[in-house]
């Protein structure tokens, strides 16, 4: 079962599994599930913080099936994919170009 402390049911959740007998994990992290530190850690030598919120995005950035959205007011996250991209020839545009 999957427990997840910042949901806030995780004493509801965790006495429901041990009632039941529902083998859990006590520390869940779901940074540590979903991407590999190395792939992380190239994201950081690419421009990405390394706090747990740039993290999570760059996993959503990285597995959406759709083009994400990003308000990035600090411009980390645009530092960040114009680095990761550039290979690829990104081409970055801006709502006031004419051929947007």
Known sequence: AVVSTQSGHYGRGKTMCLKNK???SEELDLIKMLVDP?????????????????IQNGIIVT????????????GQGTIWIK?????????????NNKYF
């Open 63 to 74: 597995k959406a099936t759709r083009f994400p959205l990003l308000i990035d007011p600090q």
């Open 38 to 54: 190395a792939t992380s850690g190239e994201w950081v030598l690419q421009g990405l913080p390394t706090d747990n919120l740039s």
């Open 83 to 95: 680095k990761k991209e550039e290979k690829n020839d990104l081409i970055v545009t801006q709502l």
């Open 22 to 24: 529902i083998p859990f």
